[in-house]
């Protein structure tokens, strides 16, 4: 069977005579800001390398938390990711923590609150360069049961700092007196306090918010927006007033919200920083006084994350016909995200605008397919999820309407992700599904581009299992004519297969070194605008990495003559004004390349003779054999050599 692919290659200015592959990872095409969005995400701050400006740690369920240095300053904050001070931090122990000096050597400890309850990890390094190390049992006596959430400051006015834990199922707010000193701090269960029960999941976080000399509560909780507690008081009599309009608005979006006061723009006034269930950061300025808040949102700190919430499956297309890759993807929720791109070829920028398939919404964990499987120019879906079935929305290029008949018996007895691309080389798309049990389905279109008609071809996949969950996608990802497949699996990993002779064969070494998430969904796109294929992939937290394709080809001028003819993908596509054509010639034979429309329609000819062996290059403006400049669209560029017919699409652009 051959295999002939609209697959983007670099155009090759000379013959190849070497190729090495190499990925470079560099989620900040997903995620500018370069803050990860990690689930049920807990943010603090604290100068943690004693250049007076905050630091944040960021707490999550995923992981132990990560350090993110200020490499900015006190009033222009900048957060890149620091020294991974917290790498002796164990992860049951820490799904947040505070730093504070809790034993008044200089240097900012570590409180923790995680599966384990409330631990210390006291800093054996310096105020400047902090290490950790575990107190064993330090608060092991306190009753306050899995994932805590502590804060500290000095409550009482007698200079040593008492804390406040949030507790998990109950949502109380308990209040723990320190009854020892600065230097050695002693917190009993039998003099915990409650303050306050906001429900479940209690998020405290003490502050000065008015600047009044005494301290206030924040509390973030499991249900939408915050809980404030005003200190009406002083240090040593407490008088609380619940001022729930100073946070009016916020959290309505999201919930689980994580909150801390912090002064990011060295005005002394404290903006808010929270956290959510989904991941993303929320950052809102304090655009008012100290006594009347008014909160403006800000995303150009650690705004930009895209995150669909949960179970990220993304596939591109130029779903928009603007001549650049959108993206499509399914959730953990079943419905459809769309990420339309507002950037460039080579400079994505994205923007959400799922409203389009709001109607489109099945089971939990949908997978989303995407071509035109009725010839009409619109881009069609096929809609995956956690039932094994598949679902057909036909697009009349104004809405979607589900046709129930298009894959009738095809149902991979669970968890389903479709796929389109056209392995048989005969113009109309073939369905690449994979499936829970690790394996990959294939059936053929028999039928045609407008009337497709699905046959199983058990041999094309045969053989190859990933465990679970599998997920494909294809591409000449190295540039040496073979077709090549990616497949993501349940455990935070992709496979790597080439199909050499007809035979698919494993590559165990190439992607071993990649970090990915659980539920590897990867997808294959040029999104840099440089001719191969970079690597998107999708994970359960619902997030994006992006890995860069660094194939690099080493190139000489030769005559020597190729063991087969080739056609090369045109370059660049899509193009304006020209586009360039290359192929080689394995011997000396009639030559025809011709250009026709989607409807088969010959509108050009560009060679019409009898070529030597080797590689020859012709440029396309556009225009049909008169030289009239044509409409924007997709043509066919034909290659018929030595009895050979090879085919690829390129787009015109206006």
Known sequence: MSIVQNLPRLLLLFSVTCQAQMWQQNDNIFNPSGIPSLPFSQPRFADLDNDGDADMILGSVSDRPLYFENSGSVTNPNFQAGPNIFENVLELDAEVGVCVDLDNDGDLDLVTGGYNGIQLYDNI????????????????????????????????????????????????????????????????????????????????????????????????????????????????????????????????????????????????????????????????????????????????????????????????????????????????????????????????????????????????????????????????????????????????????????????????????????????????????????????????????????????????????????????????VNQNGNLDMIVGKSFRAVKYFSLENGVWVEYTDSLSEMTVGQNATPALADLDGDGDFDLTVGNYDGTFNYFENLTTVGVEETTQTPHTSRLYTAYPNPFNPETQIRFELNATTNVSLSVYDLTGRLVNVLVHSTLPAGAHDYSWGGSDVRGKQLDAGLYLVVLESGGQIQTQKVTLLK
């Open 125 to 476: 390094g310096s105020a400047e360069s902090a290490e950790y190390s575990r107190v064993d049992d330090y608060f092991s006596h306190l009753l306050t049961g899995p994932n805590p959430v502590p804060d500290l400051a000095d409550m009482d006015g007698d200079d040593d700092l008492d804390m406040v834990v949030g507790l998990s199922e109950s949502g109380e707010v308990l209040y723990y007196e320190n009854f020892g000193t600065p230097d050695a701090a002693i917190f009993l269960e039998g003099n915990s306090v409650s303050w306050f029960d906001v429900g479940l999941y209690a998020y405290p976080w003490f502050s000065d918010l008015d600047a009044d000399g005494d301290i206030d509560l924040l509390v973030g909780r499991d249900g939408h927006g915050f809980r404030y507690y005003r200190n009406d008081g002083d240090n040593t009599t407490w008088l609380w007033a619940s001022v729930d309009g100073f946070f009016s608005g916020l959290g309505q979006d999201d919930y689980w919200n994580s909150p801390c006061l912090v002064d990011l723009t060295g005005g002394g006034k404290l903006d808010l920083v929270h956290g959510t269930a989904s991941g993303p950061l929320k950052y809102y300025r304090n655009s008012g006084s100290l006594t009347s808040p008014s909160w403006s949102a800000v995303t150009s700190l650690f705004g930009g994350v895209i995150d669909v919430g949960g179970a990220s499956n993304p596939v591109f297309i130029d779903f928009d016909q603007d001549g650049d890759q959108d993206m499509l993807s399914g959730s953990q929720m079943g419905d459809i995200k769309y990420y339309e791109n507002t950037g460039t070829v080579s400079g994505p920028a994205w923007t959400a605008n799922h409203s389009r398939f709001s109607s489109i919404d099945h089971s939990i964990y949908s997978a989303v397919g995407a071509g035109d499987l009725d010839g009409d120019g619109h881009i069609d879906l096929a809609i995956g999820d956690l039932s094994g079935n598949l679902y057909y929305y036909q697009n009349s290029g104004t809405s979607f309407s589900y046709q129930s008949t298009m894959f009738t018996g095809i149902s991979t007895g669970g968890w389903s992700c479709p796929r389109f691309y056209d392995l048989d080389g005969d113009q109309d798309l073939d369905l690449v599904l994979g499936r829970e049990d690790g394996e990959i389905g294939y059936y053929e279109n028999t039928g045609d581009a407008s009337s497709p008609v699905w046959t199983e071809d058990a041999s094309q996949f045969a053989g190859i299992d990933v465990g679970s969950n599998a997920v494909p996608t294809l591409g000449d």
